[in-house]
């Protein structure tokens, strides 16, 4: 098997100048957390596999993302960087592409034009579109949803866009699939459920979505500590774990991360 990659994630609040890292709890609650640059150096310089950038408002302002910030970054930060957040348009990508980006992530965009996906990934290749799906838990089941096993019992997880903001009523395992169908290379699956919460990946989503798309995925939501890691990767087929809290503030560094994961038996690049 591929190692498995550890990705801190930053989610940046560009609206105020100069820009910032914020962290929420199931996308409200928002706090500091740093400045996008400072700490994108920081994690490279302690084995983060990839980073991502994430430009949390860039779809709910109607504004474009963050060039400026990764070309900063691209300057002393030489691993894989993935950007986020407005872009609509294959002539936006180019432009973060050309900042210094190696894959993008389309979420709202692509929700509501799929074909965004296809005009990209025919550009710039599959690997170098990755989907972003904001899954929320929904209890009522209706007909035709992709019904999932989870501990509070049966549900479907509903899309959201916009940050977080509104919900489109697309089931998030069903456009999973559909997205690898169009040309996406790669699904950063975060649970809202879990995002920021300290409990763990949502595990039935993850593992549900891995194993119906032959693409990597990323989960993401939830994680406290490397243990909550190695349960994401001893449980179902995603290829990375991304995180936020823990690194930003200081809980955990990703180098630890990765011995605590090697020293349990998981393939980690070191």
């Given at each position: 098997?591929l190692?498995?990659?550890?990705?801190?994630?930053?989610?940046?609040?560009?609206?105020?100048p100069?820009?910032?890292?914020?962290?929420?709890?199931?996308?409200k609650?928002?706090r500091y957390a740093g400045?996008?640059w400072?700490?994108a150096?920081?994690?490279?310089e302690?084995g983060?596999?990839e980073?991502v950038?994430?430009d949390?408002?860039?779809?709910?302002e109607?504004?474009?993302?963050?060039t400026?910030v990764?070309?900063?970054?691209?300057?002393?930060?030489f691993?894989?960087?993935?950007?986020?957040?407005g872009?609509?348009s294959?002539?936006?990508?180019?432009?973060?592409?050309?900042?210094g980006?190696d894959k993008i992530t389309?979420n709202?965009?692509?929700?509501k034009r799929?074909?965004l996906?296809s005009?990209?990934?025919e550009?710039y290749?599959?690997?170098a579109?990755?989907l972003a799906i904001?899954?929320?838990?929904?209890?009522?089941?209706?007909?035709g949803r992709?019904?999932v096993?989870?501990e509070k019992?049966p549900?479907?997880f509903?899309c959201?866009?916009?940050?977080?903001?509104?919900?489109?009523?697309?089931?998030?395992?069903?456009w999973?699939?559909?997205a690898v169908?169009l040309?996406a290379?790669?699904?950063?699956?975060?649970s809202m459920?879990r995002?920021?919460t300290?409990?763990g990946?949502?595990?039935?989503?993850?593992?549900?979505?891995s194993?119906?798309?032959?693409?990597?995925v990323?989960?993401?939501?939830?994680s406290?500590?490397p243990d909550h890691?190695?349960?994401?990767?001893?449980?179902?087929?995603?290829?990375?774990?991304?995180?936020?809290?823990?690194?930003?503030?200081?809980?955990?560094?990703?180098?630890s991360?990765?011995s605590?994961?090697k020293?349990r038996?998981v393939?980690v690049?070191?």
């Amino acid at each position: 098997m591929l190692a498995r990659r550890i990705i801190p994630c930053l989610d940046c609040d560009l609206g105020v100048p100069g820009g910032r890292v914020v962290k929420g709890i199931e996308f409200k609650q928002i706090r500091y957390a740093g400045i996008p640059w400072e700490l994108a150096g920081k994690y490279y310089e302690d084995g983060a596999d990839e980073i991502v950038f994430l430009d949390i408002t860039a779809s709910a302002e109607r504004r474009e993302t963050m060039t400026s910030v990764i070309k900063k970054t691209s300057r002393s930060v030489f691993v894989p960087l993935a950007v986020g957040g407005g872009i609509s348009s294959v002539e936006q990508a180019r432009e973060v592409f050309n900042a210094g980006a190696d894959k993008i992530t389309l979420n709202t965009s692509a929700l509501k034009r799929p074909e965004l996906i296809s005009e990209i990934a025919e550009k710039y290749g599959n690997q170098a579109v990755v989907l972003a799906i904001d899954a929320k838990r929904r209890f009522n089941i209706e007909e035709g949803r992709k019904v999932v096993q989870t501990e509070k019992g049966p549900c479907w997880f509903e899309c959201s866009y916009y940050g977080g903001r509104q919900f489109t009523g697309i089931d998030a395992i069903a456009w999973a699939k559909r997205a690898v169908s169009l040309g996406a290379g790669e699904i950063l699956l975060t649970s809202m459920d879990r995002d920021g919460t300290y409990e763990g990946f949502d595990i039935p989503l993850t593992d549900t979505v891995s194993k119906i798309v032959n693409v990597p995925v990323i989960a993401s939501g939830g994680s406290a500590s490397p243990d909550h890691m190695l349960e994401v990767f001893e449980k179902t087929n995603a290829s990375a774990a991304l995180a936020a809290s823990i690194f930003h503030f200081g809980e955990w560094t990703v180098g630890s991360v990765k011995s605590y994961l090697k020293e349990r038996g998981v393939n980690v690049r070191i």
